[in-house]
């Protein structure tokens, strides 16, 4: 396959203009976005020079963007959207991948309160086998219904409280009775009581659980379809949660989203032979990130890397304006970062 050349119109998010930072949750609100046209968005992404589409399979919200499924799917939806978007996109020669946010459902958390930290927008699921079966389930039924190539996986953390929207955080966990029931599925010992968990021991709780929760998902989706590539997106690349674990090399595509060179060369020595890395640029929250826009496109380009972004919309009403609209505007003329990011684009997939 040719380079790696992917957008997301992230519709995860409450739309730009209705953005509160201060909000407990601001994931969007099931239903938003709802009457999205499928091949309107296939010619969107064509015009602008992507080879693939990463989409969405179940938003952080908890609702499906395809029907017929056991997950409900997004109120109003008016197509059948992601399998619309797969069988749209493959004829005119894109790749369509779903999206699965592994540590956030806020859906789930409300139907499940004993099982999750709330449903804050931050992750707050632990692995238990319970929600591992779910989350298999879900892979295994949007596979079987929609087709996907691959689908991306989000926020594959443990839960810790304090927890901001990249991965960065504390590990004063609670403790859910859930949790110590994994202990002693994860650790062979009895939980030993909070008190007793050192950090170092939490570490392992939480590297343990993550590896239990990818091996049951990579098994899956071998199962149902082998060639459905897994895509990891992850902010921090050298978490202690994440160095070293089996899913780097065992993953398809691996996408530092923090966009620094540096955890990108530091990976390297981590993945797979198969896998295929990527690098973002986005109006994001990761003050890690030192490179911007033309800079993280040249670095990808040199380094043979795929580039990702991903914008939100303004309104809850349509996507985006015209591919068009945002070549024939100098760069330097968009206010928002997102708008940049899209017209940059536009200029790099077109001319590589």
Known sequence: MEKIKA??????????????SHSDNVFAPPGAWAELNPAEQVRWHKDLGANVVQTFAVSSNGYAWYKNGQVPEQPGLQSDYLTEMVRIGRAEGLQVFGYFCFGSNSRWAQEHPELSYGSPSAPHIPYTRTYIDFLCSSIRE?????????YMIDWFWSPTTGLGVDGAGTTDQRWLPCEQDMYEELMGDPFPGPSAVSEDIQLEFNRRAIDRCWQAVRETTRDVKPTCKIWLSCSILDHPEIVGQPLLREVDWLQNEAGDRRAIEEVRSQIGEHTKLLTTFSANFFERNRL????????????GIGLYCYATPRTYKAGFPPVADFVQTPLDGFAHLDDRNIALLARVFNQS
């Open 142 to 150: 949007a596979i079987e219904l929609t087709d996907i190539d691959g």
């Open 292 to 303: 911007e826009g033309e800079d993280v496109a040249a670095y990808a380009d040199e380094e």
């Open 7 to 20: 957008f997301c119109l992230d519709v995860n998010w409450v739309c730009r203009d209705e953005f509160k």
